[in-house]
């Protein structure tokens, strides 16, 4: 009976312990979150103004005349769309190759470990060997060529949400279609890409998000300029250097702009996350559980 107290007493501590470091994982990482937050509003908001949203930078804006950031807005919403749109055509095949042909074998454990690497290598990597490829080309800093380095940044981090959501599908309904005589192409395509819809577009969303905050892989690739790029063969402007730039000005009024531009680019990025959970909670309701 002693024994069996002691025991009892022993994992109602540890219990209380890991609850006790829960709590306090839980409290850090909000703690943070709000901090974050905090320091951006506070120090953004003051000058955000509908001018910096709805003008291209003036002569003398970056020490501190008039102007704004449209630029950089247009440049990001351009590059996070076009390398995210890349990044789906390869990354929905390779997923759904995954699930219907290669499942848990051994083949398939080594795609998925090269997704991981690729995932945790730095983007500024990225940045460097697409530099490289540029000058092999003989290309120089445009719009195309920071989609396609963007693409390969979100390429991994897509396949592997899509991988592991479809991996999440009932076994049943993949047993039901292929005991009806439909192909492993068409279960793919017909039952999978349906069933995991919402996860298949929330992989898509989440990629798009790291993408449109990305500043490492764009820095030698796309460029910068004043200017809305026209053509995809001229560089552009995007938000994460135009903050990197702004905050790094000798001027105050620069770098304050350069606080409003981090809060416009932190409201996007929360605004596609927000977003990706409203239609993925949207979007299981025509799921079968």
């Not at 009932?170 to 999978?192: C, I, R, W, Y």
């Not at 560089?235 to 001027?251: C, D, I, K, N, R």
């Not at 770098?255 to 605004?271: F, H, K, P, S």
């Amino acid at each position: 009976m002693r024994f069996k107290k002691k025991h009892s007493e022993r994992r109602h501590i540890v219990e209380l312990s890991i609850k006790i470091i829960m709590w306090l994982a839980l409290l850090i990482v909000a703690g943070a979150l709000g901090l974050i937050l905090w320091t951006i509003i506070s120090r953004g908001l003051p000058s955000l103004s509908w001018e910096m949203v709805s003008q291209v930078p003036k002569g003398g804006y970056y020490m501190g005349k008039g102007g704004g950031i449209l630029n950089a807005i247009i440049g990001s919403a351009y590059l996070a769309t076009g390398g995210t749109f890349l990044a789906m055509l390869l990354s929905v095949p390779i997923a759904l190759y995954l699930k219907a042909y290669l499942g848990k074998s051994r083949w398939g454990e080594y795609v998925r470990l090269s997704l991981d690497v690729l995932w945790g290598i730095p983007s500024i990597v990225y940045g460097a060997f697409g530099f490289a490829l540029m000058i092999l080309l003989g290309m120089r800093a445009s719009l195309l060529a920071g989609i396609i380095v963007l693409a390969l940044v979100e390429l991994p981090i897509m396949t592997r949400a899509m991988d592991e959501v479809i991996r999440r599908m009932p076994a049943d309904l993949e047993h039901a279609a292929l005991a009806l005589g439909s192909t492993k192409f068409e279960v793919a395509m017909n039952v999978v890409t349906r069933q995991m819809l919402p996860g298949i577009i929330t992989a898509i969303l989440l990629a798009f998000g790291r993408g449109i905050g990305d500043a490492a892989s764009v820095l030698f690739t796309a460029g910068y300029t004043d200017r809305i790029t026209t053509s995809l063969m001229n560089p552009t402007a995007s938000l994460p250097l135009a903050v990197f730039f702004q905050l790094g000005s000798p001027y105050p009024e620069v770098r304050e702009r350069g606080y409003a531009a981090a809060l416009i680019l932190t409201i996007i990025v929360l605004l596609v996350s927000f977003g990706s959970r409203w239609l993925s909670a949207r979007l299981n309701r025509y799921s079968i559980k």
